[in-house]
């Protein structure tokens, strides 16, 4: 069964732009191996991760126990985990955003500015929009959709 799941953690210590490189390019070669597509999101200032994982529930599953065992983070926290019927990042084995900088609204999406590492792409924000800021599962799935519709 393809299932999704969200969770967040912290990061150990601060992350560089090298490190996060890095992981990306871990993440998506692992993933693609796994038949696992989804998003990373990363707070710089608060060092907080948010990922969006799709994929066979076994695969996930397990994926999961190593990300649990991962020493890079702490405080895992499984917001939402459920079935699916279609992947919302198909295209990707591991997109990227930054948390710091994520648009005040749906429309401030349309001002994504690229980097130069495929996949990765920061936002230039305040705040949430109002239907993102209740209930912790509906709010990390909401983010992560409109955040798909971006790619």
Known sequence: MLIELVYCSVASRVM???DL??????ARKKNASLGVTGILLYG????EFIQLLE???????????VITADDRHSSVDVMYQGPIK???FAD???AFRT???IAPSIQALQDVRADTTEGYLTFNAESLPAKMQS????????????LSKSL
């Open 16 to 18: 560089s732009t090298e």
């Open 21 to 26: 490189h890095g992981l990306l390019d871990h």
């Open 44 to 47: 710089e200032k608060t060092r």
């Open 55 to 65: 994929g066979e529930d076994d695969c996930i599953e397990a994926l999961l126990s």
């Open 86 to 88: 279609e992947r919302s």
């Open 92 to 94: 990707w084995s591991m």
């Open 99 to 101: 948390l710091d900088e």
């Open 135 to 146: 209930g912790r599962a509906s709010r990390a799935k909401t983010m992560l959709a409109e």
